[in-house]
């Protein structure tokens, strides 16, 4: 239960930030150009709200208001009963064209719906999801988003998307000025990847090291991984003097996903390789009986060789109370000597001790510090770099495994660590910033990319879409993604009872 809250914690909150992020850029550049925000809300609000405020004039809790006293004599408090509109609006549309403009914030209400699958801005004089059809039948008003030229339009639908992936960007500088960038490059694991069962069936090898993808070098093992996935060809060094050349089938990125999800999985994809070396031994277990110290490196089990962690990891288990022969090697003063000690092991087949998993104690390492204005070029670079790996990969969701694959708030949940992380955290808010950002910019009816592509429309044949074909269309929008949510959700549901 408590790691279920962290995770949902977690998803609740980058959604949150992703959210407002998001409806900012579209406030920002209506307010700049004039434009009318009637209401700003993080998640959605039908029949109720969890909170709203008007600045100067009324907020109110759970769907009741209180009228501030600073609020104009003929100002109303709006009534606590709704549409049932994801977006619903307050007042009547002939209210809203006898409004004067105001200041830049005041003349928007700000509010938190209780149902989180988004937010929303209601931007005056535009066809969204609140279909508010009875503002659209009254004479334009020159703050209504309808009375501005094309491109003032187009900004102010693309701001959204824009600002999605400049998060993204300021996340990713932010970790690589806080933390830098440490890793072992591919070519200096001396002993190569351990590979999942999926890997081993298309060809790789444990030990083999990947060095290019489609002809392009791998390096950085965090980017390889997603570049491996995604090439056609991998080629690889195998025992240390041969190329071998492995064919990536079209569809691997599923069977890696369905073998990730099982309970038997032990590898994800591929990891480095490293000795089994003792970093702790804890005073009176069967290690430290045996005289192990910290430094050893474990070679052998009884007569089976564990060279990585892997074999050592897959050997151990299965001696429950029982007593092991273990080798291994120790450096004393320039000597190296071989010793051979036998090992009691608890009731879980544990010998004590702690083992160095870091690939940098043991391989060459690359480790870069940024500096303020360094970590921008950088961070520029990863979001791009996440975006087009995301875009590449949405092909595949037009597959059958694609459609079976997807999923919904308990697929994105699932993905943040048990244990809370900031630097996990904001790494998976990035990306999910990343992917709201390329999702937006759909071109479907509903969502931004939809609105951009008739005004592009507009900007190309000198003439609007007429507004019952515009109100058609987002409904048609807002059919196929509520579908496509209750789909994906639903997915959700099916894989807890597989």
Same mark, same amino acid.
């Given at each position: ?372 204005? &360094? ?11 996440? +975006?087009?790996? %995301? =875009?590449?990969? $949405?092909?595949? /969701? ?72 515009? &109100? ?11 579908? +496509?949510?209750? %789909? =994906?959700?639903? $997915?959700?549901? /099916?894989?807890?009872?597989?």
């Amino acid at each position: 239960m408590e790691t279920f809250l962290i995770k949902a914690a977690q998803l609740i909150l980058a959604f949150a930030i992703l959210v407002i992020i998001h409806e900012f850029g579209h406030f920002l550049f209506a307010r700049i150009f004039g434009v009318r925000v009637e209401k700003f809300y993080i998640f959605f609000d039908p029949w109720t709200e969890i909170f709203k405020w008007k600045p100067k004039k009324y907020f109110g809790f759970f769907g009741k208001t209180k009228k501030l006293k600073s609020a104009p004599a003929n100002e109303v408090a709006p009534d606590a009963t709704k549409n049932q509109d994801l977006s619903s609006t307050n007042g009547s549309a002939s209210e809203k064209t006898t409004e004067k403009k105001n200041s830049f914030w005041g003349d928007t209400e700000y509010g938190i719906g209780w149902l989180p699958l988004g937010g929303y801005c209601k931007i005056a004089g535009m066809i969204d999801e609140s279909m508010d059809t009875e503002q659209m039948k009254q004479p334009a008003q020159e703050w209504e988003f309808r009375s501005k030229p094309a491109w003032q339009r187009l900004l102010i639908m693309i701001a959204g998307v824009l600002f999605n992936f400049l998060l993204a960007i300021v996340i990713y500088a932010g970790i690589v000025y806080a933390t830098g960038e440490k890793y072992v490059p591919l070519d200096e694991a001396k002993m190569g990847m351990q590979f999942s069962g999926e890997a081993r069936k298309i060809g790789f090898h444990n030990g083999d090291i990947p060095l290019l993808a489609d002809g392009k070098p791998l390096s950085n093992p965090a980017e390889a991984r997603m570049e491996i996935i995604q090439a056609k060809e991998v080629t690889v060094l195998r025992n240390g003097n041969e190329k071998v050349t492995i064919q990536i089938p079209e569809k691997f990125i599923f069977a890696l996903d369905k073998e990730a999800k099982s309970d038997t999985a032990t590898v994800n994809f591929m990891n480095y390789r490293v000795p089994v070396v003792v970093s702790q031994v804890t005073p009176g277990e069967g290690g430290a009986k045996a005289g192990i110290r910290t430094g050893d490196n474990i070679i052998a089990i009884d007569s089976v060789s564990t060279p990585s962690l892997y074999e050592f990891f897959t050997t151990l288990p299965g001696h429950d109370n029982g007593t092991i022969n273990v080798t291994l090697v120790r450096k004393n003063n320039g000597v190296t000597d071989t010793i051979v000690t036998p090992v009691k092991l608890s009731s879980t087949s544990k010998m004590g001790i702690g083992l160095d998993i870091d690939p940098s104690s043991h391989f060459k390492y690359e480790e870069k510090r940024y500096g303020l204005f &360094e970590s921008v070029p950088r961070g520029v670079s990863i979001g791009t770099e996440r +975006l087009v790996s %995301y =875009a590449k990969s $949405m092909k595949m /969701v037009f597959t059958k495994e694609g459609a079976n694959s997807i999923g919904g708030f308990g697929s994105i949940g699932s993905i943040f660590p048990e244990k809370w992380d900031w630097i996990a955290f904001w790494n998976i808010a990035a990306f999910l910033s990343v992917a709201l950002a390329f999702m937006n910019i759909l071109p479907i009816p509903a969502l931004d990319g939809g609105h951009v592509m008739f005004l592009l429309y507009e900007v190309i044949f000198r003439r609007k879409p007429s507004e019952k074909f515009m &109100e058609r269309a987002q409904i048609v929008g807002m059919t196929i993604l509520l579908l +496509l949510l209750i %789909y =994906a959700n639903g $997915m959700d549901i /099916v894989r807890l009872f597989k």
